[in-house]
């Protein structure tokens, strides 16, 4: 293998960016807005085809909705903010919720748990394999196609 990807989880407020906006805007955004200094640390961390979480804060819809793919790697904007590019992947077949998360054996120790208020947070690829097998896949990953998959 030439290199390994790396996950991450990134969280927006739906009032702000939500997975529907996401979607009715090509897919495709800047992901901007990031201040905290470790956040930014990991935006600029990301590489090209790295996937991510695209996650609903806020009181009422904590949630993993669909995955991204970082698609320009980290650039400073007119702003001199950290951003990156990605685009839009797949709906998760089913929402995880931050509850079932939380209650979930296999996610004990999770970053997201350990650094609520952080809005991007590395997410280990085993991590990864969990939240995906909760939300049955997310559409593109190839696990709907063919005539494989025990539903």
Sequence with gaps: MAK????WLL????GEWSWE?????????????VK???AQKHLKAMKLG??????????SARRVMGVVSVVKE?????????????????EMRRAVDLKEMKGDDGLKG???????????VPVTEEVWKRICDLGGGFEGD??????GGDD
């Design 74 to 90: 980290w650039y400073s904007d007119d702003d001199n903010e950290v951003v990156v590019d990605v685009k839009a992947v797949g």
């Design 4 to 7: 390994s990807r790396q996950y």
């Design 110 to 120: 999770f970053v997201l748990f350990r650094q609520p208020r952080l809005s991007v």
């Design 21 to 33: 906006d996401q979607a009715a805007n090509g897919g495709l955004t800047k992901w901007d807005g």
């Design 11 to 14: 969280k927006t407020e739906p």
């Design 142 to 147: 190839g696990m709907n196609e063919g005539d």
């Design 36 to 38: 905290n200094k470790q």
């Design 50 to 59: 790295d996937l991510g979480f695209f996650y609903h804060s806020g009181s």
